[in-house]
């Protein structure tokens, strides 16, 4: 049975720090692009970041490049989200999924996981 479960989420301070964990099971971790999808109240989902678990080449939406690091540990078979400065906006339900493409768009990630909520206070 395929499973990712995400964790971490929570309550945190403009400027504060979370991270984020997806542990995967049930399929090849290896041969797939584990990616970090978010959806706001009121708005669509939209991919934050990506991670190759082959050969570790990554991808950041604009709006998180220089705060969000993906990172993955295949010998645990979990990919990590690091969250560092943190802002109102990125309050959102974070969800991890496995596709097969770097750029996180919904229909080629087939496998998805529960999603964790992240509030950020102003």
């Known amino acids: 049975e395929v499973q990712l479960q995400a964790s971490g989420g929570g309550l945190v301070q403009a400027g504060g720090s979370l991270r984020l964990s997806c542990a995967a099971s049930?399929?090849?971790?290896?041969?797939?692009?584990i990616g970090w999808f978010r959806q706001a109240p009121g708005k669509e989902r939209e991919g934050v970041s990506c991670?190759?678990?082959?050969?570790?080449?990554?991808y950041y939406a604009d709006s998180v490049k220089g705060r969000f690091t993906i990172s993955s540990d295949n010998a645990k078979n979990t990919v990590y989200l690091q969250m560092n400065s943190l802002k109102p906006e990125d309050t959102a339900v974070y969800y991890c999924?496995?596709?097969?493409?770097?750029?996180?768009?919904?229909?080629?990630?087939?496998?998805w996981g529960q999603g964790t909520l992240v509030t950020v206070s102003s």
């Open positions: 999924a496995a596709g097969i493409n770097l750029v996180p768009r919904e229909p080629d990630f087939g496998f």
């Open positions: 049930g399929f090849t971790f290896d041969d797939y692009v």
């Open positions: 991670i190759s678990s082959t050969d570790g080449r990554t």
